[in-house]
Antibody, heavy 120, light 107 residues
Framework: QVQLVESGGGLVKPGGSLTLSCAAS????????MTWIRQAPGKGLEWVAY????????YYADSVKGRFTISRDSAKNSLYLQMSSLRAEDTAVYYC?????????????WGQGTLVTVSS | DIQMTQSPSTLSASVGDRVTITCRAG??????LAWYQQKPGKAPNLLIY???NLQSGVPSRFSGAGSGTEFTLTISSLQPDDSATYYC?????????FGQGTKLEIK
């Protein structure tokens, strides 16, 4: 079965950097677009970034553009999110998710999430 | 970005009730809409895609309808396990956006 396991969250100071990882298993990772979605404490869902199945195409929400970088390593079946210049408003649970195999960008498998807290 | 607006924000209903949640898009999105259920401390779970297609494994009491700018999620006979927050999501444009959520409580 599909399994997505995020790691790398934690407490970081404003202006700092952090890299999140998502280990994928149970499916052919190289065939799927992958996405990061976040949820601030007590708030709704916010799409952050996606990467194409080949890694050739990436797209970012305006709120993170220029600060976050999404990448993938198909040899390791892993997805990454490099975050820099972090702000208090980046505090959230970060989920990785698979885009549907059809290629349409809704999300049928999610990880359990990893919490990022940006605070001094 | 396309703004997605859900109503109501909170909803209280009894077991067996028929419940409807509405999601309105700020511009035309055809049928490119999904619905998710999220329980506290858990990741969201896909219920409906392309406005009215039931995801595999989701109980048939859930249904979706609509196109263009107005969409609904209906639970035909509310069960205790349906207590959760529900989100719509548009995927018509690359800036995918979610509604603010509807918290459904069981009386």
């Amino acid at each position: 079965q599909v399994q997505l396991v995020e790691s790398g969250g934690g407490l970081v100071k404003p202006g700092g950097s952090l890299t999140l990882s998502c280990a994928a298993s149970g499916f052919t990772f190289s065939e799927f677009y992958m996405t990061w979605i976040r949820q601030a404490p007590g708030k709704g869902l916010e799409w952050v970034a996606y990467i194409s199945s080949s890694g050739a195409y990436t797209y970012y929400a305006d709120s993170v553009k220029g600060r976050f970088t999404i990448s993938r390593d198909s040899a390791k079946n892993s997805l990454y999110l490099q975050m820099s210049s972090l702000r208090a408003e980046d505090t959230a649970v970060y989920y990785c998710a698979t885009d549907h195999l059809s290629g349409y960008h809704f999300f049928d498998h999610w990880g359990q999430g990893t919490l990022v807290t940006v605070s001094s | 970005d396309i703004q997605m607006t859900q109503s109501p924000s909170t909803l209280s209903a009894s077991v067996g009730d028929r419940v409807t949640i509405t999601c309105r898009a700020g511009q035309y999105i055809s049928s490119w809409l999904a619905w998710y259920q999220q329980k506290p401390g858990k990741a969201p779970n896909l219920l409906i895609y392309k406005a009215s297609n039931l995801q595999s494994g989701v109980p048939s009491r859930f249904s979706g309808a609509g196109s263009g700018t107005e969409f609904t999620l209906t639970i035909s006979s509310l069960q205790p396990d349906d207590s959760a927050t529900y989100y719509c999501q548009q995927y018509d444009t690359l800036m995918y956006t979610f509604g603010q959520g509807t918290k459904l409580e069981i009386k």
